[in-house]
């Protein structure tokens, strides 16, 4: 993956009519760790696994990503207002790649977008907010596919991704990770692919 570290402001920006200018720009660890911490403290955000965790904890978890090479985090803006939470990663240096077969031009991806009222959330702000993510990932970054994997448990998400045209695979058991940075528990996933050539036809 390329590192979207040496790039300045946003790496990506489109115009959505009947909405506003889009940008995505990498996560400040600690510069955006207030509005973070209260995106993943909400309930509704329990499957991101972050609930209970001090601002310090969020800031730190996403400093330590920002040390990686295979991890990298976002934020979407609508009309520079933060609006959704955006992840990429390298499938074989995450433990979604010891559950399917990885293809050449992968990207994994993790969405949550900004609590109702704020940002763009409003209606059809998630299909806009995941469209400007496809063509940053798949036209700007040149991947070939993105995997996602929501818990099973998380129909809302799930149902979403199926609607902006991702395909249902198997539903896999990710295995726990226990390390001195990141602890993640055993997990239910259903995974579901994105091709380019179905996010962009011709």
Request: net charge negative; proline share 6%.
């Amino acid at each position: 993956m390329s590192d979207p570290r040496t790039q300045n402001a946003h790496v990506h920006e489109q115009v959505v009519d009947g909405f506003g200018t889009v940008g995505i720009r990498r996560l400040d660890a600690e510069g955006d760790a207030d509005v973070v911490h209260a995106w993943v403290s909400e309930e509704r955000a329990a499957f991101w696994g972050m609930n209970g965790l001090t601002r310090d904890q969020v800031a730190g978890i996403y400093a330590h990503m920002d040390t990686l090479d295979t991890h990298h985090a976002f934020l979407a803006e609508l009309d520079g207002v933060p609006a959704a939470l955006f992840q990429l990663y390298e499938p074989t240096a995450d433990r979604v790649g010891e559950v399917y077969e990885v293809e050449p031009g992968d990207v994994g991806v993790h969405l949550l977008l900004a609590p109702a009222g704020e940002g763009g959330a409003r209606p059809g702000w998630s299909a806009v907010i995941m469209g400007a993510f496809a063509s940053y990932v798949m036209i700007g970054l040149d991947r070939r596919r993105a995997v996602v994997d929501p818990d099973v448990r998380h129909e809302k998400a799930i149902a979403r991704f199926l609607r902006q045209g991702f395909e249902a695979g198997p539903v896999v058991t990710l295995p726990e990770v226990d390390l001195p940075d990141v602890y993640l528990p055993e997990k239910q996933a259903q995974l579901a692919f994105l091709r380019r050539e179905v996010a962009f036809p011709g």
